[in-house]
């Protein structure tokens, strides 16, 4: 078990299968990673600055308060007003007020985020692909569940 991973931190051995699996996962996180801000960096985004369109994309023309962005990340970012405020900046997003509450503050996307999205989605295919290409239907849904037994207790209902 773990030759690939064994090469890749030139190390011969590993104190424990335990170490081997998480040092695997944050190595793979990390690979994964590099791919995505390779891409974003072309695009002039943030990995939090995606992920907030995307998220924002999900809801149009709605959009969605600051606490609830913060929820629906992958990484929650304590500093989402500051990556909206650029997003906003950029014209990718724009700011509104809740027609029932004049003091809840609302991000949604605009056209131009939906348009960058758009151009953005063939590149994070083909990472995407990299997993497909990869593993079978069964193991992406073997693997994917395994993952989810560890954090699976820590997400709130």
């Known amino acids: 078990m773990g030759e690939k991973l064994k090469k890749r931190l030139k190390s011969k051995k590993f104190e424990s299968e335990d170490l081997a699996v998480i040092l695997n996962i944050f190595v793979t996180s990390n690979f994964l990673r590099s791919k995505h801000d390779d891409v974003f960096h072309r ?91 990869k593993l079978t239907k069964s193991e992406k849904k073997k693997l994917s569940e395994m993952l989810e037994k560890i954090y699976g207790d820590y997400v709130e209902e």
């Open 43 to 133: 695009y002039g985004l943030t990995m939090p600055q995606y992920n907030v369109l995307r998220i924002l994309k999900g809801n149009y023309p709605e959009g969605y308060s600051r606490c609830e962005l913060i929820s629906r990340m992958v990484e929650p970012a304590p500093d989402v007003t500051r990556i909206v405020d650029r997003l906003v900046k950029e014209k990718l997003a724009d700011r509104y007020y809740s027609e029932e509450d004049k003091r809840l503050s609302l991000t949604r996307i605009t056209e131009n985020g939906i348009e960058l999205l758009n151009k953005i989605k063939p590149d994070i295919d083909a990472i995407n692909n990299l997993i497909s290409s």
